[in-house]
């Protein structure tokens, strides 16, 4: 299976704070990397499919880039509605994993 | 609206089996993959296994996690409108919510997928 290990594994942040969370996979994985937000109790919901593009409805400060075997989810200007966990997820193998989960906490 | 309803899940023995259903509606079933992810209380989320849509190129086929081959079995009934996830010999470690998802391709004709939709979760508790 393709590893994915996501850093850091908690973050704290201010509101307005600009914050990234990196997932590296364990081979290269051709941009099938998706983001996922989980607010305690919820299930997840999507956030960034294909590293780049937007789920509708995502709001524009939530970004994905990279590429490779790096990849990283930027949000510019956290907003007191984003503290949640974040996990990555790759797709690119036909055993689908998932990082370990990067909780985004107040400071 | 969009929509997936799981449920079966239950306090089970070690040892037993369960079978999970995942009812989706708001858009039409047979034209998408659905995938089982599951979290252990407190843990993250482990992605089970998924299952294509009917039809040429895709045949319904299935890929599992390789840690829980042999145990899981996702099925469809595009008759009906509903999945299956079925566990046999079930194991504490198994102990979880488990998520059905809707996975839809990058594009026509990728054969990699992203999970638009979730569930709310079903509670599966295995303890004797």
């Known amino acids: 299976d393709i590893q994915m290990t996501q850093s850091p594994s908690s973050l704290s942040a201010s509101v307005g704070d600009r914050v990234t969370i990196t997932c590296r996979a364990s081979?290269?994985?051709?941009?099938?990397l998706n983001w996922y937000q989980q607010k305690p109790g919820k299930a997840p919901g999507l956030l960034i499919y294909?590293?780049?593009s937007l789920q509708s409805g995502v709001p524009s400060r939530f970004s994905g880039s990279g590429s490779g075997t790096d990849y990283s989810l930027t949000i510019s200007g956290v907003q007191p509605e984003d503290f949640a966990t974040y996990f990555c997820?790759?797709?690119?193998?036909?055993?689908?994993?998932f990082g370990q989960g990067t909780k985004l906490e107040i400071k | 609206e969009v929509k997936l309803v799981e449920s079966g899940g239950d306090l089970v023995q070690p040892g037993r089996s369960l079978r999970l259903s995942c009812t989706p509606s708001?858009?039409?079933?047979?034209?998408?993959?659905l995938s089982w992810v599951r979290q252990a209380p407190g843990k993250g989320l482990e992605w089970v296994g998924f299952?294509?849509?009917?039809?040429?190129?895709?045949?319904?086929?299935?890929e599992y996690a390789a840690s829980l081959k042999g145990r899981f079995t996702i099925s469809r009934d595009d008759s009906r409108s509903i999945a299956y996830l079925q566990i046999n010999s079930l194991k504490t470690e198994d102990t979880a919510v488990y998520y059905c998802?809707?996975?839809?391709?990058?594009?026509?004709?990728?054969?990699?997928?992203?999970?638009?939709?979730w569930g709310q979760g079903t509670l599966v508790t295995v303890s004797s």
């Open positions: 708001g858009f039409t079933f047979g034209d998408y993959a």
């Open positions: 294909g590293t780049v």
């Open positions: 081979q290269a994985i051709s941009n099938y």
């Open positions: 299952i294509r849509r009917n039809g040429p190129g895709f045949g319904g086929t299935t």
């Open positions: 998802t809707r996975s839809r391709t990058y594009y026509p004709g990728s054969n990699s997928y992203y999970d638009d939709y």
């Open positions: 997820q790759q797709t690119y193998s036909s055993s689908w994993t």
